[in-house]
């Protein structure tokens, strides 16, 4: 959870840093920072980072789309066995030196493309086209992301640890000696983040015990997707290097809160905020053009669950009766309100909203991109979604959000407007629906512990 909100405060760049003078390639970036490597990496639609390292002398294969990968094989992006590969085409904007994982080393972002085309299943595609709409309208969404995670040790198979075993209080949220203990590091990755001008404000203690969120400044949606995606490996890489895992499994305890991926939007015409408004009735201070992205992502909450919250875990976390702490901060309802947690849609003040549905699990170019299209079809159809709530307060009329993976794959394949919201002409959100459908089914082939002592001679 932010608990400080300057997430929205201020409108970062636009674009990656510039480099002046002629239209740089990768090469001349590569060779200006000492990279002798680069990771050209993207995404499958589970959000696993897929990629190959790649030396500075084969550079200009990479710019130039000489680099395959056998997409079947790199994971759920809509491919075959028999299909031609798909080709890393690098975003030149979206290069990272990150010399603090390893000297000379820098990541870009690539967008797969087939036959020369852009590959209608791959993750960046997909919020890119979302973009496009946006930006045929006049608009420009611009994202903040809180991205939670647990610091833990492997005790055996299927068997996890808090990493700091005197991080074991009930109550841990804000805990100044947790953090100290982790000093080394929360400051590697903060550094980390300020050396690549993401704008680190704040780095706690969260609430459940081993958990922490490191905040970054909000900017356009597809950077703001690039950077949680590079900010999980950085943690990830960093965390290993003290012999410990980090974890973004929604709920990887039973007994504490769950890691949640909150996004921060918020929709700009050229330099100015579109969410503002002065003559709110409603007491929130936002716009009819805010209300109608709200009534939108309101209307589609069930089928968007797929996306924001989109593995069996996520449902454990979302479903959790209790936690040590008392709250488990995942909403269940679709509602909106003022500065209330409770909410799946808090609205902070009026130059954005907050979606509090989303969890560590999602691939947040297609949680980003489903909101968005969502979002939109509340717009161009001037949606209403009622008054707000009070505080803690869930109305009779609030649809529940989905209890199970499985529910909300069905309430996915209900909602036509999702269903296309990727394009119509690939089954890119069927295909979607599918492999996560696959998924809860092959969890729920599987005999748990639990079904052992309940069952085991109950009969």
Known sequence: MTHVDEVAASPASTTHAAVPGPKPTLRTLAEADGVQFILALFVDMNGKPCAKLVPLSAVEELESGALGFAGFAAGAIGQRPQDPDLIAMPDLGSYTPVPFIREGLAIVHCDPHVNGQAWPYAPRVILKRLLAQYA???????????????????????????A?????????????????????????????????????????????????????????ALITADRVVSLRYIVSMLAEERNMTATFMPKPFSDRAGNGLHLHLSLWEGESPAFPSDDDTRSLGISSLAYSFVAGVLDHAAGLS???????????????????????????????????????????????????????????????????????????????????????????????????????????????????????????????????????????NEVSDWEIRSYLTAY
């Open 164 to 220: 700091d075993k005197r991080d074991d209080g009930m109550r841990p949220c804000y805990d100044a000696r947790g953090v100290t203990r982790m000093y080394e590091h929360l400051t590697a990755v903060s550094n980390a983040m300020n050396a690549l001008g993401w704008g680190n404000y704040a780095n706690d203690h969260e609430d459940g015990a081993g958990q922490f969120e490191q905040n970054f400044d909000y900017a356009d």
């Open 306 to 444: 797929a996306f924001l919250a989109p593995s069996v875990n996520s449902y454990k976390r979302r479903g959790a009766r209790t936690t040590s702490s008392g709250a488990t901060w995942s909403p269940t309802k679709a509602t909106y309100g003022g500065n209330d947690r409770t909410h799946f849609i808090r609205v902070p003040d009026d130059k954005r909203i907050e979606l509090r549905g989303g969890d560590g699990s999602a691939n947040p170019y297609l949680a980003v991109a489903a909101t968005l299209a969502a979002g939109l079809h509340g717009i161009d159809n001037a949606a209403d979604p009622g008054d707000p709530c009070g505080p803690g307060e869930s109305r009779d009329g609030a649809v529940s959000l989905p209890a199970t993976l499985l529910h909300a794959v069905e309430a996915l394949r209900r909602d036509q407007v999702l269903l296309d919201a990727f394009g119509t002409d690939h089954p890119v959100v069927e295909y979607f629906a599918q492999i996560k459908e696959e998924e809860f089914l092959t969890w729920h």
């Open 136 to 162: 045929e309208r006049g608009l420009t969404p611009k994202v903040g992301a809180e991205v939670e995670y647990f610091l833990v040790q492997r005790d055996g198979p299927g068997e996890i640890s808090t």
